[in-house]
Structures are given as structure tokens and as C-alpha cells.
């Protein structure tokens, strides 16, 4: 496996997992989970992995339990896959500091999200400047278009003169909803040479995974129990078997479209990462919200039935 | 087929199709298709038809319009099957002039959403408490849940305290989501006798319904181009074939995950339903989206992978 | 007086007064208040009305009842002052069929504020383009920048390319908040030949009023129980009495800030029209706050205050 | 001058002023005008000091910023009078930490406003409940009901339970708006028996300071430039002299209002602070709003307006 702790650029693709960040029963950071966790990313065969996430349970560590925990995956990792760190916050200054930190410790790039209250196309580049006067221009960035979160939507015209004066600025993280015609026009204008082209990796749980495959998109970045899924269906897609992996993706939709309800999704797929071994506890930090028993026979019908349908699919493997 | 111009009770069940509405081309209210659209739902065996709905095209039309469809629709009905219609207003006054009437044209019942700013459960307990006053003892009220859209939440306790005091409150609209565990509470509250018994039907474009169903769910109040997987999948579930019903649900989830994009997700519903000869025009009424080629493109790709989904399931029918 | 049946233009200035609609105790539309309200409004000098405005109880009347009112006020009227109506609506097509009867009964104008969604620099010219191609290039228009209201912001590029390419749009009615450097901007882009002058009213209950007109504001369009403040203060302003202007403002300001509040500051607001004489009743229609004793207690009090002030002030009429 | 590094109680009352946070010209963070800071409002006589307010320029420190800044403060200050520290957190865990910190420190209690998301009034008691249970019986807590920032709103009925249920809740800080009406409801429960007393301070700029501490409010918990308005207006209506509080108050609304704009208004906080010589730079942290030319020359007249209007008063000092 290629050493990689050279820093994130264009070319990036695949399949960044967005880890969950692992608990003990009583709510203490899970440190050797940690461990265990980023093998399962690895063995599952993920291109990278991005980490303290805007989505996740990022926000409930403390500054030092977020270095604690970025510490610790970059250690295991070791520069096998390049790992992105999200650094989004309300103030630049901080942002730097904690940018410059995890570039330090080994991360490969970092990801940011659009401040609350930002409007208008000139304040939306405008903040997006000063991010990018801020963490200077060695460091690579990731944009998280991610409005149904943060409230701000990125116009195309606002991404693509971003895109001109920021060399830095390397991926989208795409996810936008409804979102399908925006992957379509960054990539047509990346076609006809009006703008460089950058990584675009999806997210929204993957949910509409085949269909931005198909419109360009170089993967996915987003957290769920079965990243083989992901790489599958990225595997068969660039070997030219869109069908199978649209197959292979449709076998798993149910499950899918399970874990990307809002809120109680996150609890689902810590449930299914513990009952794969990948962490110890299913614990998420308080407040969450927590599976009843009604919710975890659900959930194990929800498997069987996947297990039965990966069963019936004949497709032969892309790698 | 039993005439049913009787008022909407607690028992209603099955699949309570929410209609759109047709326009030409030129944007015009298309009269002609909306007999066309009301014989295809009966045709694919709907247990009721809901008009004039918060998310669909209603709000676009004028309040004459909004007269015009409605009496089109409830005399091509000719009371075969129940009309609920959304009466959802800012003013309790204009709201019970609609519900009245509507109520003389042969509707079964009204539906109504929270207003917006409503906060607290006594705002939300008072806010109804005055639409049953206004509505009176006699009109029987569809309560849509549907924080998405109107930013107000219904919590389980305000719902139990309307049940108790106003038999006229006679199903729920279930679109809340995460809203699974919602949807179990109240079914056990009845069963404890702690609570009457409403009809649930949900929505979200139904993509949790199998689920909905096995926790007790009366059936679905959606939109979708194929309103006879709903009905199908209702009556497989009813006949104990929970498995099978899943199943068929399974082969179009990949569509109903489309069609249930935001804004886009409605393009695509009237696009279908033109292509089954519904409709005479896809036409949505200015402001709205459009699909472009790409888009039809994918659209003619995920009918085909259903159409052979569909082939490749060995379900006797329930009916 | 001057007969104004011309319609609006980029030279209104003065104060619009946004009217309030009175109803009976019982909630129905009171139509003889309406015509001693309008003749109040005429008295306290105002230089135009606007009606059905988004955020009065406009939306609580039923399509009839606006009709009614409009016709009503328009009538007593008589065309000595211009009155704008509030149009905004979901559909284009209601919009216009609004616009053309408010106008056949002799408005000098219309009032849009942009539809819920819109998101971008082009998404909001986008939307403007087509009101404005909807309604004709003869129809003269008010562009509404209430965000906190609509959520959605107006970039000043996009308000320049809108003044450039319609000529229609004759006037802004600015209520961004804060809004003090917008104002100053487009009044210096105007200056410097690079965008078409425009009249801008101010809103937000006038509580920037004094601010507003140093900066090229040419009046006010607002609601408030006290009309003639804001003729006054423009009057005097207008004669190069700036001073004097702001310090009758400031006599009023303790009140203006109590009847700015959110929800129930247009029920302090009805009540003082009462206690004027101006309606019949302070009634609000539901649902919609209550003054309360000690609400009522609390403006005694606040009224005293003010004739004590005004008592005080020494201030020469401008007029 | 009585030390207090005791705990905070329910008998706290006067002005508790929400500081700035210092920068330099280059962005760090000021410790030397931290001193002068909280030097100038012991001068001014306030009561109390809050840090780390939501609102603020704290979410832009650093967690390590943060600490430093926050042991600045209670060094200088010495116990002369209580700190109250902010510590709302996404998670319950890092609130804590934080909480432990600053009491371990000498603060006399915490902030804590409710996190994103909350509904129901279930909901809201349980997620204090939670924070009540992480954060010990022995931890004096201010809740802070600002629903215009955090979206979420406090029924009096669940602030009656949290009342009943946890000693540790010693204060509200009332910011709803509007909020008139929430805290008569309030008084008059604690008058009746039902509920036990806590302080209540009020926010919003103070800018309906008069009419609150008419309606039983203990004082102001906020942040303006003119400290020692809200701290001889408090005085005044201790006194009985509520005519002359509010004539003082009065004389100060112009600029009450003009630093209460969203954004901007903590510009011109910090610029008057400055020219004050309470701080060194007017410095805010990007992103954040800048005062233009045009701003200043408005200030400065505001300034002379308000100094004009002081010379003109005659009010003999309650203290």
C-alpha cells in the first residue's frame, strides 16, 4: 500500500469515509475503538478517511479530546491514507490554529463548511477569502457545500471564481439537495474549459450515489456502516458496469435510506459498526437519541433482508 | 364500488393519494386532465384522494382556481371515494370559508397544518383548539404533522390532549422524521387505552412505509407517480405478507427515492405521470424547476431498471 | 390636493403609511372604520397608503375580503393620494391576476417581496425577471427588502441589475436590518452614474427613521399609530432642519420601539388607532396576540409619556 | 467593597454586563485591555460580569483563548463581584469540562442557553435536566431564554418545573422578544406561591429595560458602552423613582437602539469602548462587520446628541 502523506490535491477519489467518533458506555472517548475503527475503515478498503466532521459527534469533544482523537487515528493510519480534518468555526483564528495543528500531527488537507449568516455571492467568496488568506496557500481545503446544515447555499458562479483564485481549494465535498443538476453544470464548466477541475465527492449518506457517479462525481465522502458498499459500487462504476453498480447500490438502498434519517441515523449506524466489531459501544454522547427495542427488530429485519438480497445478486468483483 | 360520500371517520385506511395539479403548457389549469388524473388514481385502486395539499402546486393557484379544481375533482369522484382538502390558512376566518365550502361541494373531511410561530405545547394544544372551535363539532379534521415544511413540532402529549377532546379530529397525518418512534408511541398509547384510536397515514413521499406499516400505520396520504405500489404494498401488508410487501416496496424505492428530491422531486413526479398519459403536460406553474436533458436522460434509465425490477419479482397479487 | 390617479414613480417620497385592516369585535371586516381610517391617514398628511401588505393581518382576509377592502379604501381615496398594493404570492399567475384588478380599480402601483427559497445573485434576479415579465412592463412595482421576514437577503449587485434592466421597478422599500451601509451604498452607486435613482422608503416601524433619511431615504413606508411623526420628521428634515427633525423622532422613539415588537406590537398599535378614533376596534383576527391589564396599564403610561414630551419640545412646524 | 467569590443566588440584582472581548489591531487577543475592561466597568458600577456570552466574540477564541481570557477576568476582578461564565456546548461532556474549569477558577456560576434542536416541552426539560445532572446540585446556573439566537422557546410552564425540581437554577436571563407579557407571567406565579423566586435579568441591549423592571425584572444581564446607564436607571427605580429612571433611560434609547442592530451594533459597541479608553482597538474578529466613514460621522453625532440630551436632564443621583 502507497504511503501517502502527501497532501490532498485534485485528484483525489474514491471513497473518504466520514468516521463516527467512538464512546465507552459511560461517555469517555473510546481510544482503542479508535484504533480498531480505523482498521475496519482500512480492511473495508476506504481511500481516506475525514474526521471531526461537522455532522457527527464532533461538536460534543472537547479541544482536547478533538486533538486527542485526531492524534490517534493519524497514528494508526500512518500515512497509509490521507486523512481530512474538518476545522469549521466561527472564527478564522481558531480555525488557523486548529488547521495548523492537524497539518502537523499528518492530516492531509482540511475540510471547511461556510460560516452561519453568510448572503449573497460576494459574501459568500468573501468569506471563503479570508479563510483562504487565513490558512495560507499550502494548505489544502475542502469545501463543504452542504446547505440543509449550515444554511448557506453555494452558487455555481461563486464555486467557480473560488475555484479560479484559490489554487488550494482541491474537492467539493457535494451535498446539496436537491443537488443533481449542480454536479452536472460544475462539471460541464470544468468540460468546456472555463474552470479548473477539482475533486467532487458526495455525501448525503450516499443516497444518490449511482446518479452522481454517473453525472462525475469522483466518489463519496460520507459516513456509514457499510463503506465496502462504497467502494464497490465506485469500483464496478469506473470499470465501466454502471448496471451492476447500481445494482450492488440498490441492494443496499433500503438499509441507506435507513440510516440517513436525521438525528436517529447516527444511533443506527454506531449500532451496525459495533455489531461489526469496528467499536465497542454504540454509545453516542449526550444528548442523542437512543434506540428502543422496537428500532433494533426493525433493525435486525432491515439486515436479514439485506443479507438476503447481497445473496441473491450475482456480480463479480470490479477490483 | 361502495358510494362513499359519507364523512371521513377514524377507520379510513389504505391510500389516500395526494393529487397534483395539472396545468397546459401555458401554465393555464388543464380541466380536461384533472378528470383524466382522478380516473388513473381510480384506476389504480386509491382509497381516497387529498387536493389541494401545503407542498404541491395549490398555494400557486388563485382562490377561484382553487374553487374550479376542487369542484372538477369531487364531481368526476362523484363520491366513489372520500376527498380530503387542505384548508391550511394564516386566518381562521378564510380557513373556515374554504372548509365550508368544500364540505358543500362532497368532501369527507379537511386538512389542516399548524400555523407558523406556533411555540410551546400549549400554543400548539390552543392553536388547534381554536381551527375546531371555528371548524365546529361536525367537520371532520385531517391533523398533518409535517415539521419539515412548517418548522413546528407536534409533541405526542399535545397530540393525546386534541384526541381527547375533539372527536373530530380523525386522522393524523404522519410526515414527521425522524418520526418512527412517534409513530409507536401513539399506536401504544391506544393500545393502553390511554388514548382513541385515529387513523395514521403517512407521508414522505412515502420512503419509510414498510416500516410505517409494521408499526401500525393505516396506510399512506402521498404523492407518487405510481399510486399502485402503494396500494399494493398496502394490501400484501394487510394479508400478512409483510416480506412480500416489502419486496415490491424494495424495487421502487430506487424511484421513490428520486421523487422525493425537494422542488426537483415534483418535476419528475408529473413528468411520470404525463408518461403514463395522466397528465397532458408536465408543466409546474413559474416559480418552479425544471428538468433538463441529463435529467430525462436519468429519468428513462431509472424507469427502465424498475421496469425490470418489477419483471424479475414473483408477487401474487393480494388483492 | 392634487389628484393622483398617475401611477407610482421613481419621484414618491414622504410617508406611505402601511394601513392596518379593522375588523369588528366578532373578527368580520369593518368597512365603515375603513373609510374614517383612510380619512384619518389623509389628515395626518400622509403622501400615500399601501394595503394587504405582507405583514399585517393582509393574509387573514380570504381572496373576497381583499378584494373588498381594496375596493373600499380605493374608492374613499378618490385618487388624492396613490395607494400600492402588496401582491406577493407562491404563483406568478395569482400575482398577476391580483396586480391587474387592484390596478383596474385605480392603484398606482404593486408591492413584491421575493418568494420563499430564493437563494443566490441569480436565483433572486432570476425570480424579479419573471414578476416582472409577468406583470408587464406598465405595471410599476415595489421591490420589498424584508429579510427578516422572508429569509431572504437582496445583494446590492443584484437590486443594480434590476434597476438597470427594468424600468418599471420605480421604488425600494428598505427594511434590512441592519441595513444603514446598504442604504448608503445604493444611494452612492446612484451618485456616481453607475445605477438608475430610484425612491427608497424605509420600514421597520421607522425605528431608524432619523438615520435613514440623513443617508437618502426619501421617506418612510411603514405602519404606525402615529402617522403625522413621520410626516413631520420628513417635513422637517426636508427643510434642512435635521436637528429638529430627529429630536421630534426622538420624543416618539420610546413609543416606536414598544410598538416595533414582533407579533404584539401591531395589537399596541390597533388599540392606539382606537383610542384615536381612527377604527372601531382594536381587534386582531385569529390567531393572533392579546393586550393584557397590565399591557394596557403599560401603554397608559408610555401615551402620558409622550404628550409630556411633546409638551416639552419647542419645535416649529415645518409645513 | 464586599468580596464575593461566594456562589450565585437568587438574590442577585443590579447590572451584570455581558463584556467585549479585547483584540489588538492584529487580531490576538488584549490581556492588558482585559485589566482596563474590567477596571472601566467597576468604575461604572456594575454589579456583576458575564463572559463568554454566546453572542459575543467568544465563539471566535480558541478553547485555550478562552481559559486565558476567562482567568484574566477573574484575576482582575479578585472577587470584588461575581463572574458569570457562558458554557452552552453541543455536548454535555466538553459544558462540563468547561464549567468545572472557570468554578474552579473563582466563578460564581454558569450560562446556559438551550442546544439547536430542542422541541417540545418535554424536550426543553429534559435537555436541562441533563445539564443539571452533568454539571452537579452545587453549580449555580443561569438560564439564558434567547430564542431569536437559538431558536428554541421557553414555555413558562417548563421553566416553572425547572424551577421546582433544581435549586442550582438561581437566574433567568430574559431575552425573549416579545417577552413583556412571559415575565408578568412569571412574577405573578412566584407572587402566588407557585413558584419559587429566581433572579431575572434582562438582555436585548436593555433596549425595554424600563418597562421590565416595571414588570419585576432584577436588573439587566446585557452588554452596551454606557454601563453606567442601566446602573443609575436600576438605582432610580430601586428608589421609586421610576419617571426619572425611564427619563434617563429615555435620554440614552437613540444609541440603545443604534447598538442593537444586529452585526454592526457590536462594532459600535467596541468603537465607544475604545474612544472611552476602555479598550485599546476597536478590533473585531473576522468575519465580522466594519464601521465606514459614513458610520463614524453618524456616531459621532449620536454621541454629541446624547450628550446634549444628559446636560438637559435633571436628575439628582440615586446612589
Same sequence: chains 1, 2, 3, 4.
Avoid: W
Avoid at 154 to 162: A, E, I, N, T
Wanted: glycine letters at 10%; proline letters at 6%.
Amino acid at each position: 500500500m502507497q504511503k501517502s502523506n502527501r497532501k490532498l490535491s485534485t485528484d483525489a477519489s474514491g471513497v473518504y469515509i466520514i468516521s463516527v467518533t467512538p464512546f465507552l458506555d459511560d461517555g469517555a472517548l473510546d481510544l482503542p475503538s479508535t484504533d480498531r475503527l480505523v482498521d475496519f475503515y482500512l480492511e473495508q478498503g476506504v481511500n481516506g478517511i475525514t474526521i471531526l466532521g461537522m455532522m457527527g459527534e464532533a461538536p460534543k469533544l472537547s479541544a482536547e479530546e478533538s486533538m486527542t482523537f485526531a492524534r490517534r487515528v493519524l497514528r494508526r493510519l500512518d500515512g497509509r491514507i490521507p486523512t481530512i480534518v474538518g476545522v469549521s468555526a466561527p472564527g478564522l483564528a481558531p480555525m488557523r490554529e486548529l488547521a495548523v495543528a492537524v497539518m502537523d500531527m499528518g492530516a492531509a488537507g482540511v475540510m471547511v463548511a461556510p460560516g452561519a449568516g453568510i448572503r449573497s455571492d460576494d459574501g459568500y467568496y468573501g468569506y471563503f477569502a479570508q479563510v483562504f488568506a487565513t490558512l495560507g496557500p499550502d494548505l489544502p481545503v475542502v469545501l463543504q457545500d452542504y446547505p440543509q446544515s449550515t444554511g448557506v447555499y453555494l452558487p455555481v458562479p461563486v464555486f467557480s471564481r473560488l475555484v479560479t483564485d484559490f489554487p488550494q481549494l482541491v474537492m467539493l465535498k457535494h451535498e446539496d439537495c436537491p443537488g443533481l443538476q449542480k454536479l452536472s453544470t460544475i462539471r460541464k464548466l470544468e468540460e468546456q474549459g472555463l474552470q479548473r477541475r477539482v475533486s467532487i465527492l458526495v455525501g448525503n449518506g450516499g443516497i444518490y450515489y449511482p446518479q452522481e457517479l454517473a453525472r462525475g462525481a469522483d466518489g463519496a465522502m460520507t459516513g456509514i456502516a457499510f463503506p465496502e458498499m462504497l467502494v464497490k459500487v465506485y469500483a464496478l462504476h469506473k470499470a465501466g458496469r454502471a448496471d451492476e453498480a447500481e445494482d450492488l447500490f440498490d441492494a443496499y438502498l433500503p438499509y441507506v435510506r435507513h440510516e440517513q434519517q436525521p438525528a436517529i441515523g447516527l444511533a443506527v449506524r454506531k449500532e451496525v459498526l459495533r455489531r461489526r466489531g469496528a467499536i465497542a459501544s454504540a454509545k453516542l454522547r449526550a444528548p442523542g437519541p437512543k434506540l428502543e427495542a422496537t428500532d433494533l427488530a426493525e433493525l435486525d429485519r432491515m439486515l436479514e433482508r439485506l443479507e438476503r438480497r447481497l445473496a441473491g445478486l450475482k456480480i463479480r468483483d470490479a477490483a
